[in-house]
């Protein structure tokens, strides 16, 4: 008989948001970006921190999702058959993910988010966290990300790995969140719209909610059904209530990521609770 393993001490691991638009190429639909992806875990691995990985759909989910008004519900035989389809894209991306975390070492966890949780109109209505829990009290590194979610009353939504940070940021009080994006951090205004946009590199909760409420925090310019930038400000306001500390880098600037990890110092928008 096997030895129960549940009283191991919890290492509380840092949050690691892998967006969209740094792991995928959104010019181009399901096409990773593999060589940005081995760097990143590579730079993972060699920091030697507890981690959780989430990552985004970019080209692999947002596209189907708009077009098939997959946020919004699903009524339809092609929804139903398109949700299927963006439920294993997003298969797909976990796995190259979780491929290029084993090969530098590391032992990830996969998880399908649209296993462990469905939702009331859009609202997180279960949690099935047991495996989750037990992976980080083995010291795997569990590999979850945006996806697409059984709903009880609007047949389905979609849930960004934003959201997925906000609930377990709440759920373990990581000492960390870091948003790994594809422009160094929150700006003034959409840096790639606007050049003369400048670095936020430092915020307050209070910076936070006025940056909201001025409306130059936006979305790319590709599909997003989870509101991009400005959705992940959303979600960061709560993740900061709950003790952590919040970082936005730009995951296309070698060593950024790893810099971060290990408390280097490295440009990006910091934000704390006061
Ligand atoms: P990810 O896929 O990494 O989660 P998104 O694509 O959703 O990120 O959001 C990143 C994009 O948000 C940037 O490429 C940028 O064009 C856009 N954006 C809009 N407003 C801002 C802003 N004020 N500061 C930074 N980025 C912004
Ligand atoms: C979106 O997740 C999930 C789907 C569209 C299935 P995210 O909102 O976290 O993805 P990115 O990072 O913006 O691409």
Known sequence: MLEIIEDIELQTPILIKLGGSVITDKEHEF???EETIKRLADEIAAAKVPAIIIHGAGSYGHGIAK??????????????????????????????VSQALFDVGLNPFPIQPSAIFTTLNGQVFHF??????????????????????????????????????EILAKYIGPTKCVFVTDVEGIYTKDPK???????????????VLRLLKSGNVGESKYDDVTEGMRGKLKKI????????????????????????LIGAKERGTYIYPK
């Open 31 to 33: 096409k990773a970006k």
């Open 67 to 96: 077009k098939y008004g997959l946020h919004f519900g699903m009524k339809e035989r092609t929804q139903f058959r398109m949700f299927s389809f963006l439920r294993i894209q997003m298969d797909e991306l976990r796995e190259i």
């Open 128 to 165: 099935e966290d047991h495996a989750l829990l037990q992976a980080i009290r083995m010291n795997f590194t569990p590999v979850l990300h945006g996806d697409a979610i059984l709903d009880y009353r609007k047949g389905s939504t979609i849930i960004s790995g934003d959201l997925l940070c």
């Open 193 to 207: 719209t606007y050049p003369d946009a400048e670095l936020l590199e430092h915020l307050k909760i209070s910076d």
């Open 237 to 260: 306001l709560p993740i900061i209530d709950s003790g952590s500390e919040v970082v936005v880098i730009n995951g296309n600037k070698d060593g950024a990521l790893y810099n971060v």
